[in-house]
């Protein structure tokens, strides 16, 4: 066992976790910064992210309309005095990225290209063709090799925050390669360890986004705020849940039924295939009810044609685009067009924190999908994630870095003992367990589709009831898990087992928060509330850690400053 | 890689390759049309080739021309072969091909070739302009 | 349709158990046209043998994890469909040329450590200020170096690399194109920083132009290319009296 | 690594074999150089090469010597970039040249060759 100790401690490596690494060391060069990820940082998931990252760059642009849009798109549940320090952060990230090397899509005249984005007024999402998470997040990474002050541990799983005195001193890892137990204190650490998509079936998240800093956080005492808003993306392929960028729809795709009709001017006129997320999604959903959709092997689906584009456009703006198409679907998108239909794609919620990533616990910080900062309130818009993970990555390793400055270091010998109690914990659930029966597998499979049906699109009390209740029975069965795998060598099993614990952890905050959220409002679309209720819910969902599965909930105001409530419609 | 190394751009390889690089040009343009014509259609008689008659291959190997071309075709072409099977050798799993031993035989080899060819061109019918 | 299965033989080692990887075969239903190998290893690790192990996360073939011998060629099985393979056995063993750590899953530190030695960043004599805002930089710059920064670090070409396999300290074709792709980005002024590098005895010169990393890129990156124009490139500055950047 | 690697995948062989021209070739240009040699020795010193296994030696040759025209000149193809104003020329093109320049420099060899036999 091995005892390193940082100033400050990024957990993730993605986007988020990197660029708080790099703001640290910018804003103190004599800080040491650790990074751990359970991942090397360039398979982190936002390598995924396809279509942008949106900013008020240009002159036909202003923060107001990109802050308006956003809150809106919120469905009036983002704070908005973030928000409105967010869009004016944007622009200055983007251009780092920039300096960075990201390869940005650019106009004739060499400066940045934007295009349209769902939920935007006006054309401002940067774009480096149709990969751009992709080229940001090899980007940052390759800078952050620049920096000696930080040092990655790859490949090493945190299995437990460090809670000394209320303040949070470091984490205990898992280095996956030796199956050793690490403590790795830090004055201050940051949380960027992304989504949960995988609590749900049918997801574009990657395998790796198993809500593990959320978890992390919530068991030591954090709150997670509005977990209940989970985003269905409206374009994803049958059976393999792979993202079909919005951008398709930017650059001027087509959404059709199966009578080949662009059934959005039913749901959103005024802005057709740009109009938000969660509405598209629901309009998607309920003309698969109505008998209008596709009928396939997988499930109902709809066309997304973008024929009309011509190929050179396609080639020039969504290359990615025609190989997945090519490569899964066996179609080519400038020839037929692409089968989708809605699929998990993103967790509104996250660990409760504030501007500058600060949670409620003294030293602990969160950034990325993984926090909630009230940027995004009940639906978040496309393309305002990556600048989310760059603006809000940067405010938490900058605080961070300027609260190690004058914190005390962690004292050794409740940390040591934390250590042996938390490896000694994770030896005899998995390792040294006699007599389980389960298999981690089914028990995850169940969990997923469980949160498929109850969770989804639409939701009611019936299925949200059940859900808990099956949620709970799940975990009475994962109680029992017997691990095949008993090598300490990259125990790939004992990490699933692990990541299994922190998803239905994570998903009953999602189905206890959604269940007490009475109302519909954002990505949360109640059957039996359908309407949005601002006298009792213009509030955030905070859910704290209990000894049951069901959460303490807590309701917070919402920060208003000038944008009130309205009807939303597109 | 410790910290100490410090990196420096390997010139006894870029020269090993730029020499290899060359004759891999000269032989692939030159060589065929060689092969064919001196080592095939010749000796079959199919066409009247220089070197089938002493009168007619003196003449042209006279030419000083003649000889510089000789030169530069077989210079360039044996540090393409000395490099190639050095490497060959290597891909054999022979890792003693990399070092400087073997690449003190193998281009000294060339180098070798060369002067005897030049010894060769230099001894061989003087240099007339007839 | 539905009774359709397919033999899977994984690569199994444990080095606190065995001295030798050996196969196991593993029978695993193929229910689905669009089935990849990657969908196969996960059946078996969900339903008959939890102890498989192996890299896998995005199973779009962007993120690079998964990269394995399928069948004696390197892939990403996320991207390696079954159907090109049933009724025959797929083989699934550990990339080629890297040190084994378990089942299927090799140690990649080696790159990890090349590819902060090619200084994969942007270098400038002078750093312009965030307030002076972007670089200007046209679609056709880009073109110049965009296939070089598509490489996903999936390793494939390292494991298709003969040379790599006899000489470990080659510095190998991806670590080599990221290296070209900041050369020929236009904001970039680092090529003498980065050509010592490259240009060393185990860099570009251990090349001898194999060409099957071009091949194996499941991404359509060509570090074969890389490699041989940085060779040109290098003896060009030295050959030519005002030896420019390209 | 297996030393017989190279003979796993077809792709290798060609690469291996790419490679081994250049014995072959080594040994003809030896020849070339010894028949020139043999000039030294006066009218009646002097075998013209007419032998079956010479000719058959060549064919060999001549196989291998054009697999190295065809793989070099494609390669350097591939790997010449040359800007003329501004814009990249296709390596298309640079090819189509190299293969060009092997014709024209064959004709001007074989014509030399033939022309002064008279």
Known sequence: MDFESYDVLVVGGGLAGIRAAIAAVEANPNVRVGMVSKVYPMRSHTVSAEGGAAAALGPGDSFETHAFDTIKGSDYLADQDVVEAFVREAPVEIIQMEHWGCPWSRNPDGTIAVRPFGGMSTWRTCFAADKTGFHMLHAVFQTSLKYPQIIRHDEAFVTKLLIEDSRCVGVVALDIKTGRFDAITAKSVILATGGVGRVYAFTTNGNICTGDGMALAYRAGAGLKDMEMVQFHPTGLPFTGILITEAVRGEGGYLLNK???????????????????????????????EGRGFEGPHGKYMHLDVRHLGEKVIDRKLPF??????????????????????????????????????????????????????LNGGNRLGSNSLPECLVFGAAAGRAAAHYAATAKPATANPVDAMLWDEARRVESDYLEKKGGNERIGPIREEMQHEMDAGAGVFRNKEGLSRLARNLGGLRERFEKVKVDD???????????????????????????????????????????????????????????HTNTLAPRLEYRDVHITEYQPQARSY | MNAEHRPRTAIDHLFFWFMFANGGVITALLMPVHVLVQGILGPLGVVPVVDQHYDTYANVIGNPLVKLYLLVLIGFAFFHFAHRLRYLLADFGVPAAKSLPAQVIFYGGAVVVILVTIWILLTTIPISFG | MADKTITVRAARF?????????????EVPFYDESMVVLDALNHIKNHIDGSLSYRWSCRMGICGSCGMMVNGTPKLTCNAFLRDYWPRPVVVQPLNNFPLIRDLVIDMDDFMHKLKSIKPWIIRKQELPLGAGEHRQTNEQIDDFRQFSECINCMLCYAACPIYGLNEEFLGPAATALARRYNLDSRDEGLKDRLPVVAEAEGIWECSFVGECSVVCPKGVDPAKAIQQTKLDTTMRFVLPYGNRE | ????????????????????????????????LYEISGLRSGAHGYTPPRSGLFVAFSVVVLLFSLYHSYTFLKLAGVIMRIKVLDRQIPSRVIVFTMFGAWAVASAVIAFVLIWFAR
């Not at chain 1, 080949?260 to 629901?282: A, C, Q, T």
Request: with cysteine; proline share 5%; glycine share 6%.
């Open chain 3, 14 to 26: 444990d080095p606190e158990h065995d001295k030798e990887p050996r196969l196991q075969s593993y």
């Open chain 1, 321 to 374: 685009m025609r190989e997945l198409g090519r490569e899964y679907v066996g179609i080519d998108i400038v020839k037929e067009p692409i089968p989708v239909r809605p699929v998990q794609h993103y967790e509104m919620g996250g660990v409760d924190a504030n501007i500058s990533g600060e949670t409620e616990i003294l030293g602990l910080y969160a950034a990325g999908e993984c926090a909630n900062v009230g």
């Open chain 4, 1 to 32: 690594m297996p030393l017989n690697w190279w003979t796993r995948q077809r792709h290798y062989f060609l690469y291996m074999l790419r490679e081994f021209t250049a014995l072959p070739m080594a040994l003809w240009l030896i020849w070339l």
């Open chain 1, 259 to 289: 009578d080949g009709e662009r059934f959005l001017k039913r749901y959103v006129p005024n802005k057709m295939e740009l109009g938000p997320r969660d509405i598209i999604s629901r309009a998607m959903v309920t003309e698969f009810e």
């Open chain 1, 486 to 544: 008993t090598s300490r060598t990259f125990n790939t099993e004992i990490i699933a087992a692990l990541e299994l614990d922190f998803m239905l952890e994570v998903a009953s905050v999602i189905v206890f928060s959604g269940l007490a959220r009475e109302e519909s409002r954002g990505a949360h679309a109640r059957r039996d509330f359908p309407e949005r209720d601002d006298e009792h819910f213009l509030k955030h969902t905070v859910a704290y």
